[in-house]
């Protein structure tokens, strides 16, 4: 949620960043609602000057023995309209309240202002893209010769977008999983969280899920309580409505979790495979920063899931996203994208995001200055510290052999019980 007084005082500051995000938003509304709100607390303001006035004059007649009927009638009428316009205040601040929580946050100005996607910049390469002396299969197809993953089978228990990972795949999937947990915690400096998998409506609106994109949500029949669709919403809510110290700061966490998703929209787009699922599982890290540090956390975030590429050695690419393709809390995202040899092409499988005190300002998480002074929001950042569907990807087709098997990367081999090679059983 953006500052009030930034879009009271700096109307045309957030408009030119709505246009940059080709947001339909426009300033006009709340401009207008600000106006009726202002007018209304303005003629309160005078109505109640207008009060204390002939009230005086009601308890001066009193004590002189004259009367004061007329008056005891006008501050009746007085009261009455004080009490309607303080109703039609608190209605037009409710809906000013409505609309901030529709509006996205404020792009930093190093983003590169665009359309979509075809207008991000990429920031760099890392690994060589492997050459294969065999037709190249996509990660479906080799799951399903290895006997390890099953979309038949998992169609019949969910329907489509859904996987069954079996046997050695299952495992593969699972180190994966491990592997980064392991080296978000005891290397790159975040404490591992095991949170819920279903938060109330507040987490939602905190991270900016609600209202805005309610119908990608999966709610709970009878329960106003929904699956997370990434551990950033509990991560982030854990301090909501607290005052951390600065002392404390930055604070970083990760967490494995399921993660739900509708997938609204995305009708045709990968439909096969484990590109694109109402279920999946990821590593999501997630940092409370101050407000002065915020931009070296997220380029410190971006790294720690570089790292965790380079280690799996799968080529990647950095990119920064434009303006019009950022999440709606971010003010600036790096996204990292795989090489996919089945898709000759990179596929997103970390986004890294600074959203700024964006989300802070909407579930209030503050910290105290250590000099003093009054609490400040903090700065939150999350990202992905990786997803293992999309991972398992990436390795099983950049590690595919032209029997079919899969070689398992180095960095995996230990938590595979030392198997190199994953073949048919």
């Given at each position: 949620?953006?500052?009030?007084?930034?879009?009271?005082?700096?109307?045309?500051?957030?408009?030119?960043?709505?246009?940059?995000?080709?947001?339909?938003?426009?300033?006009?509304?709340?401009?207008?609602?600000?106006?009726?709100?202002?007018?209304?607390?303005?003629?309160?303001?005078?109505?109640?000057?207008?009060?204390?006035?002939?009230?005086?004059?009601?308890?001066?007649?009193?004590?002189?023995?004259?009367?004061?009927?007329?008056?005891?009638?006008?501050?009746?009428?007085?009261?009455?309209?004080?009490?309607?316009?303080?109703?039609?205040?608190?209605?037009?601040?409710?809906?000013?309240?409505?609309?901030?929580?529709?509006?996205?946050?404020?792009?930093?100005?190093?983003?590169?202002?665009?359309?979509?996607?075809?207008?991000?910049?990429?920031?760099?390469?890392?690994?060589?893209?492997?050459?294969?002396?065999?037709?190249?299969?996509?990660?479906?197809?080799?799951?399903?010769?290895?006997?390890?993953?099953?979309?038949?089978?998992?169609?019949?228990?969910?329907?489509?977008?859904?996987?069954?990972?079996?046997?050695?795949?299952?495992?593969?999937?699972?180190?994966?999983?491990?592997?980064?947990?392991?080296?978000?915690?005891?290397?790159?400096?975040?404490?591992?969280?095991?949170?819920?998998?279903?938060?109330?409506?507040?987490?939602?609106?905190?991270?900016?899920?609600?209202?805005?994109?309610?119908?990608?949500?999966?709610?709970?029949?009878?329960?106003?309580?929904?699956?997370?669709?990434?551990?950033?919403?509990?991560?982030?809510?854990?301090?909501?409505?607290?005052?951390?110290?600065?002392?404390?700061?930055?604070?970083?966490?990760?967490?494995?979790?399921?993660?739900?998703?509708?997938?609204?929209?995305?009708?045709?787009?990968?439909?096969?495979?484990?590109?694109?699922?109402?279920?999946?599982?990821?590593?999501?890290?997630?940092?409370?920063?101050?407000?002065?540090?915020?931009?070296?956390?997220?380029?410190?975030?971006?790294?720690?899931?570089?790292?965790?590429?380079?280690?799996?050695?799968?080529?990647?690419?950095?990119?920064?996203?434009?303006?019009?393709?950022?999440?709606?809390?971010?003010?600036?995202?790096?996204?990292?994208?795989?090489?996919l040899p089945g898709q000759n092409t990179y596929r997103e499988i970390s986004s890294c995001s600074n959203c700024t005190d964006f989300q802070a300002r909407r579930a209030n998480i503050r910290f105290r200055p250590a000099g003093g002074g009054k609490p400040e929001f903090v700065h939150t950042l999350n990202g992905s510290g990786l997803p293992t569907g999309r991972s398992l990807v990436a390795?099983?087709?950049?590690?595919?052999?032209?029997?079919?098997?899969?070689?398992?990367?180095?960095?995996?081999?230990?938590?595979?019980?030392?198997?190199?090679?994953?073949?048919r059983a």
């Amino acid at each position: 949620m953006l500052d009030l007084k930034l879009l009271q005082k700096e109307p045309e500051t957030v408009a030119a960043a709505l246009k940059a995000r080709n947001s339909k938003i426009s300033m006009d509304e709340f401009l207008e609602m600000d106006k009726r709100r202002r007018a209304a607390l303005a003629e309160v303001e005078s109505l109640k000057n207008r009060r204390n006035t002939e009230s005086a004059e009601v308890a001066r007649r009193k004590k002189a023995g004259e009367d004061a009927s007329d008056l005891v009638a006008e501050l009746g009428r007085l009261s009455d309209r004080i009490k309607s316009l303080d109703a039609e205040a608190e209605a037009i601040k409710e809906e000013v309240h409505q609309w901030m929580l529709s509006v996205p946050n404020i792009p930093d100005a190093s983003v590169p202002v665009g359309r979509d996607e075809s207008e991000n910049a990429e920031v760099h390469r890392w690994g060589e893209q492997p050459k294969f002396s065999f037709p190249v299969r996509e990660h479906w197809e080799l799951g399903a010769a290895l006997g390890g993953l099953d979309f038949e089978r998992a169609g019949k228990l969910a329907g489509s977008r859904f996987s069954v990972s079996r046997g050695a795949i299952a495992c593969l999937e699972r180190a994966l999983h491990n592997f980064y947990l392991d080296t978000q915690t005891r290397e790159f400096g975040h404490t591992e969280i095991m949170p819920p998998f279903m938060v109330n409506r507040a987490s939602m609106q905190g991270t900016g899920q609600l209202p805005k994109f309610e119908e990608d949500l999966f709610k709970l029949q009878g329960w106003d309580h929904y699956l997370i669709p990434t551990a950033e919403v509990p991560l982030t809510n854990l301090h909501a409505g607290e005052v951390l110290d600065e002392a404390d700061l930055p604070i970083l966490y990760t967490a494995g979790t399921p993660c739900f998703r509708s997938e609204a929209g995305s009708y045709g787009k990968d439909t096969r495979g484990l590109i694109r699922q109402h279920q999946f599982i990821k590593v999501e890290m997630v940092h409370f920063a101050h407000p002065s540090r915020s931009w070296e956390q997220l380029e410190t975030m971006r790294r720690c899931a570089e790292m965790l590429l380079e280690r799996l050695e799968l080529p990647y690419r950095a990119i920064t996203l434009c303006t019009g393709d950022m999440g709606f809390g971010s003010a600036k995202t790096y996204d990292l994208e795989v090489w996919l040899p089945g898709q000759n092409t990179y596929r997103e499988i970390s986004s890294c995001s600074n959203c700024t005190d964006f989300q802070a300002r909407r579930a209030n998480i503050r910290f105290r200055p250590a000099g003093g002074g009054k609490p400040e929001f903090v700065h939150t950042l999350n990202g992905s510290g990786l997803p293992t569907g999309r991972s398992l990807v990436a390795v099983m087709e950049n590690y595919q052999q032209e029997d079919g098997s899969i070689r398992v990367p180095d960095v995996l081999q230990p938590y595979m019980g030392g198997l190199k090679v994953i073949t048919r059983a």
